[in-house]
């Protein structure tokens, strides 16, 4: 009895010892759980504040990057801002400078036709209004073997190259200019040409220049000539009429000198005024003296320097003619010098006969340009030489107000 309850006591202690244990056990492994579990809630809140932190430099790196895109596009704006701002002072110098400048500027298209032309370059070739040459070809306002340089620099700039040519095209008024021509190719993004480039300078100024120097040196090579023969005519005259060798010296010496002082007076042009029969005695008397080969019929009438320098001057011309071809070339010629003055012309009328046979010349000399055209030009009147058999007549008309005018003599363009 005794030994079974102490077995008993040992069996009750046992199971309760194998109860114990497995409620430690239970407790170890629920602890562990939690362990564990706070371990993985602690793990996955760390992972949380990481991630969130990343979104967070992430958001802060994309909040940056959007300031600093703010920031460039506000500089490109500003950038764009300044540039519009420059591109419009440049279009607008530029459309002052084409307004302004004097040079003709077009532009062409490919077919040679004209598309633009600056203000500055439709007030050089008086163009009212651009209507009056949009569309038209570029080559017709070129005159002469200027047209076919213009169509040969069309096609060498539709070709990529760049001509410059010389020469006339007139105003659409009429009025001749002289224009030194670029003709340049216009490239498009593909390096072809898209059009025409044509900027043209006025150089009428050097053209006048170089046409008076010509014609200052025909007049005096004309001059020379006329002088020599003159000098040979009163020779020959002088010792034909003169009873010896003193008075044909005496003769010869006097017709010298006052042909010196015509041409003193054609060089000098001193005068003030001078009476019209003065300034036709003395440039007669040059060349026939006072003999009675001529008539001199005409009022008195006080004219300015230039009237009577021009006279003067036409009546050397005359002068000379007559020496030579005229009636003084014999010794039975005659000359009629007539004149007359109304309230609105003057009218001047050179008529010889007596004189050998005349005919009209096959070719207009110099002489008669200047007799014709070129003298009378300076007085604003116009003349016409005439040559029926009898003798050569010269008439010349002017307006009455050009025998005062002070202005100096003009030459007429080419």
């Given amino acids: 009895m005794g030994a079974t309850t102490e077995e008993n006591r040992v069996a009750a202690l046992e199971a309760e010892l194998t109860a114990l244990r497995e409620e430690l056990e239970a407790l170890r492994r629920k602890s562990h759980q939690q362990s564990t579990d706070a ?9 949380r504040e990481h991630r969130h932190d990343r979104e967070m430099a992430s958001e802060r790196g994309r909040t940056a990057a959007a300031e ?202 001193e005068w003030i005024s001078a009476d019209i029969r003065d300034v036709v005695s003395d440039a007669v008397r040059a060349y026939i003296g006072n003999g009675a080969r001529m008539t001199l019929e005409g009022p008195s009438i006080v004219v300015s320097s230039k009237a009577a320098l021009t006279i003067a001057m036409l009546l050397h011309e005359l002068c000379t003619n007559a020496f030579k071809h005229g009636a003084w070339s014999n010794r039975t010629g005659f000359i009629d010098i007539t004149w007359l003055l109304t309230a609105q012309a003057f009218n001047f009328r050179w008529a010889e006969r007596g004189g050998p046979p005349v005919k009209p010349p096959s070719r207009r000399s110099f002489g008669s340009r200047l007799i014709e055209t070129l003298l009378p030009t300076a007085l604003d009147g116009r003349a016409t030489l005439s040559f029926p058999p009898t003798g050569l007549v010269f008439e010349l008309q002017a307006p009455s107000q050009a025998l005062v005018d002070q202005t100096p003599m003009k030459t007429p363009a080419e």
């Fill in 39 to 47: 371990a993985d809630a602690a793990v996955a809140s760390t992972r």
């Fill in 68 to 269: 600093g895109r703010a920031d460039q596009a506000e500089w490109r704006h500003a950038d764009l801002s300044a540039a519009h701002e420059l591109l419009l002072k440049s279009s607008e110098f530029s459309r002052i400078i084409l307004q302004t400048m004097t040079d003709r500027v077009s532009l062409l298209d490919l077919d040679g036709r004209i598309e633009f032309m600056n203000a500055g370059g439709q007030r050089a070739m008086e163009i009212d209004n651009f209507s009056q040459v949009a569309g038209h070809p570029w080559i017709e306002l070129w005159q002469g073997d200027e047209r076919v340089k213009a169509g040969e620099a069309v096609e060498a700039a539709k070709a990529g190259h760049t001509t410059q040519f010389e020469g006339p095209a007139n105003t659409a008024k009429g009025n001749r200019r002289y224009w030194e021509a670029t003709l340049s190719p216009v490239f498009g993004p593909n390096g072809k040409p898209i059009g025409l480039l044509s900027v043209s300078r006025d150089v009428t100024a050097r053209y006048e220049v170089e046409f008076h120097r010509r014609l200052l040196f025909e007049e005096m090579h004309h001059r020379i000539k006329n002088t020599l023969a003159t000098v040979q005519a009163i020779t020959h005259q002088s010792m034909r009429q003169s009873a010896d060798m003193a008075e044909a010296e005496l003769s010869i010496s006097q017709r010298l000198v006052a042909i010196g002082k015509a041409h003193d007076l054609l060089i000098q042009n």
